[in-house]
T-cell receptor
């Protein structure tokens, strides 16, 4: 149980393109979903917390107009990287927490490797 | 500032030995603790959750929690080369399911 599907797995695109990444909880309802970014050999960095039906909460330094998050249902959240540039190239990972109560772990998708040329 | 601290390593352990990974946390309000394993280039994978003081065993893995000392550990028995990865410790302390992450300990199991 607790499977999170994320796609696409990797994206290569030209500078200026907008890229949408989907994160789905397949066998549970996710009260909250999280979006992380990870550069090579570095720690996970939380970008934003997304609650179903409300606006995402962004971490300090993360541009909300650059990284658009939509959490329209209890099983789907999307991250759109708008007008992506080479410095946005990174490994983006989503996670979801089961609405079963506080103390639930986060379950991660497989991540999306984004390369902007 | 709520923090979770881990030694970055690398921790090198011979195959078949016990690997011991440690983590401390700053906020006494923390209630839930998790160990994740992350292979290079992959996303984290949950391997253990622990909520109460004491030991919790699952196969070759044992998580230990000591709330008085604000200390969490993970023991891996009969270490295998496939256990080589970065192990992330995380604590949950609020109602928003957000985790406070340690930076991770890189574990290398030498054949």
């Amino acid at each position: 149980g607790a499977v999170v599907s994320q796609h696409p797995s990797w994206v290569i695109c030209k500078s200026g393109t907008s890229v949408k990444i989907e994160c789905r909880s397949l066998d549970f309802q996710a009260t909250t979903m999280f979006w992380y970014r990870q550069f090579p050999k570095q720690s996970l960095m939380l970008m934003a917390t997304s609650n179903e039906g409300s606006k995402a909460t962004y971490e300090q330094g993360v541009e909300k107009d650059k990284f658009l998050i939509n959490h329209a249902s209890l099983t789907l959240s999307t991250l759109t990287v708008t007008s992506a540039h080479p410095e946005d190239s990174s490994f983006y990972i989503c996670s979801a927490a089961n609405r079963g109560g506080q103390g639930q772990p986060q379950h991660f998708g497989d991540g999306t490797r984004l390369s902007i040329l | 500032q709520k923090e979770v601290e881990q030694n970055s390593g690398p921790l090198s352990v011979p195959e078949g030995a016990i690997a011991s990974l440690n983590c401390t946390y700053s906020d006494r309000g923390s209630q839930s603790f998790f160990w994740y394993r992350q292979y290079s280039g992959k996303s984290p994978e949950l391997i253990m959750s622990i909520y109460s003081n004491g030991d919790k065993e699952d196969g070759r893995f044992t998580a230990q929690l000591n709330k008085a000392s604000q200390y969490v550990s993970l023991l891996i028995r009969d270490s295998q080369p496939s256990d080589s990865a970065t192990y992330l410790c995380a604590a949950n302390m609020d109602s928003n399911y957000q985790l406070i992450w340690g930076a991770g300990t890189k574990l290398i199991i030498k054949p």
